[in-house]
């Protein structure tokens, strides 16, 4: 069973910064392809950003693309979601999921593996 980790979430403020941990299995972090996402309350779960197993390639969603930087440091089995100028639409339950396929993907049932979340408020 491989455990993920999520920590950083909370309540800011429109136009802040926060960022997003996960912290993922020791030996074999680095052999499993990343993502983030989301579920704001009464949406399905959404899609954010996902790294590869490098951390060359990456991929965002367009709702976060030019806001959200996902990034990983297989050396502290960690991957990161740096946010910046959160909006009131960006509050949601944030989760980090991985999986060992070898590309990258947008998609939820894709991902074997979740964290249980934590939760990001970005108050008015």
């Known amino acids: 069973q491989v455990q993920l980790v999520e920590s950083g979430g909370g309540l800011v403020q429109i136009g802040d910064s926060l960022r997003l941990s996960c912290e993922g299995p020791?030996?074999?972090?680095?052999?499993?392809?990343l993502g983030w996402f989301r579920r704001a309350p009464g949406k399905e779960r959404e899609f954010i950003a996902t790294?590869?197993?490098?951390?060359?390639?990456?991929r965002y969603a367009d709702s976060v693309k030019g806001r959200f930087t996902i990034s990983r440091d297989n050396g502290k089995n960690t991957v990161y979601l740096q946010m910046s100028s959160l909006k009131p639409e960006d509050t949601a339950v944030y989760y980090c999921?991985?999986?060992?396929?070898?590309?990258?993907?947008?998609?939820?049932?894709?991902?074997?593996?979740w964290g249980q979340g934590t939760q990001v408020t970005v108050s008015s």
């Open positions: 790294i590869s197993k490098s951390g060359l390639d990456t």
């Open positions: 020791g030996r074999t972090f680095s052999s499993y392809a």
């Open positions: 999921a991985a999986d060992r396929q070898p590309f990258l993907s947008d998609v939820p049932s894709a991902y074997n593996y």
